[in-house]
């Protein structure tokens, strides 16, 4: 049992868990406790150094907006967002509920004016009914809202730039050829800023989006958010494709020879599956890349997400500004190291080599 745990930790990247498990089955427990004590002890020290002087810097740097917000305002902000956020959900669900019992209301009079015969008066009933079935509750996005637009942002981006570079990256890979010729093509457009790309992109998208905004699926915000996240985020994932084919052992290539294999095939079935790794090595250096982007990329396209949070805090300049900002950089750095967990869980799953 404890051996199937071991694994589970190892493969989830959660080894420093792995001395408590070991203490407990009985191993030598002065060695466990030892790396307990720094799998554990030091990062506390850390942290509490850092709450320390950040404490200290709190009560002695002023800015325009009052004194640098302590790890305690940070915190009551924290909860003042969170408790925001389910107050509207609870005021939303009221007003939904009154709207559909004034709905009922409506078509239960429409019923009687029908029996009655009056036809006319009943369809204005029932028109009636519809309107408030299908009214929407006004407000604006909470915290939550925000996050969680960011996240669906953050992974459109995402899928459309592995997409992109996957099938770019395995044809790099197996042709000299197009890799000569894409190579330049790569260095030029790797290094540019999201902010460059940005105007570029929301132009683009104005100019070919021009479906109605009440027909829309998606926001012209969202698909230039998502789009910047796209350009930003496919470089990594495309070299290190690049990079994993043609690392491909060249005994297996030969094999797919010596079999007759189709092009196709060879890829589908030795190709891509050796190159797994490192796929997976890029894609998760493209999502932290993504991440980090789309936070630049909603506050110019005004994406309701985090970074739109961060820009309409800082545009505030109440005294809970810099405190809420803060609060959003703390998310975006929990979400983002979640994120990056995630893809190491997804890259361990395909590589027997470990990943630091």
């Known amino acids: 049992m404890s051996a199937r745990i071991l694994r589970i930790l190892d493969a989830t990247g959660l080894e420093s868990l792995a001395p408590i498990v070991r203490l407990l089955r009985g191993d030598d427990s002065k060695e466990q406790l030892r790396r307990i004590g720094i799998s554990f002890g030091a990062p506390l020290v850390a942290f509490l150094l850092f709450l320390g002087g950040w404490s200290v810097a709190s009560a002695s740097i002023m800015t325009k907006y009052g004194n640098l917000p302590s790890p305690a305002d940070v915190w009551q902000q924290a909860h003042v967002l969170v408790t925001a956020h389910f107050e509207t959900e609870a005021a939303k669900e009221v007003y939904y509920e009154e709207q559909a019992a004034k709905a009922a209301e409506l078509r239960a009079a429409a019923g009687v004016l029908t029996q009655r015969g009056s036809t006319a008066a009943a369809a204005k009933l029932i028109e009636r009914a519809k309107a408030a079935e299908a009214a929407k509750y006004s407000s604006s996005p909470s915290y939550i809202d925000q996050i969680l637009t960011s996240l669906k942002t953050v ?202």
């Not at 000299?176 to 570029?200: E, G, M, N, Y």
């Not at 494709?241 to 690392?247: F, I, Q």
């Not at 810099?322 to 890259?347: S, Y």
Request: hydrophobic share 55%.
């Open 155 to 356: 992974f459109a981006g995402f899928v459309v730039a592995s997409l992109i570079a996957i099938p770019i990256g395995v044809l790099c890979g197996t042709s000299d050829l197009i890799k000569t010729a894409i190579d330049p093509l790569i260095q030029l457009f790797k290094p540019v800023s999201p902010l460059a790309w940005l105007p570029i992109v929301m132009i683009c998208v104005g100019a070919l989006y021009t479906t109605k905004p009440s027909e829309a699926w998606f926001e012209k915000s969202f698909i230039s958010s998502a789009l910047t996240v796209s350009l930003c985020s496919l470089w990594p994932t495309l070299v290190n494709t690049a990079l994993g084919v043609a690392s491909v052992d060249k005994d297996h290539l030969n094999v797919a020879k010596v079999l007759k294999l189709g092009t196709w095939t060879r890829i589908r079935k030795i190709v891509i599956p050796s190159a797994l790794p490192m796929i997976f090595a890029g894609l998760r250096i493209s999502l932290g890349v993504g991440w980090m982007v789309l936070i630049a990329a909603e506050m110019l396209a005004q994406n309701p997400g985090l970074g739109k949070f961060v820009w309409d805090m800082f545009q505030n300049g109440s005294s809970q500004t810099l405190a809420q900002i803060m609060v959003a950089v703390f998310t975006i750095g929990i979400i983002g190291m979640c994120l990056d967990r995630l893809m190491i869980i997804l890259q361990r799953s395909v590589s027997y080599a470990r990943v630091s």
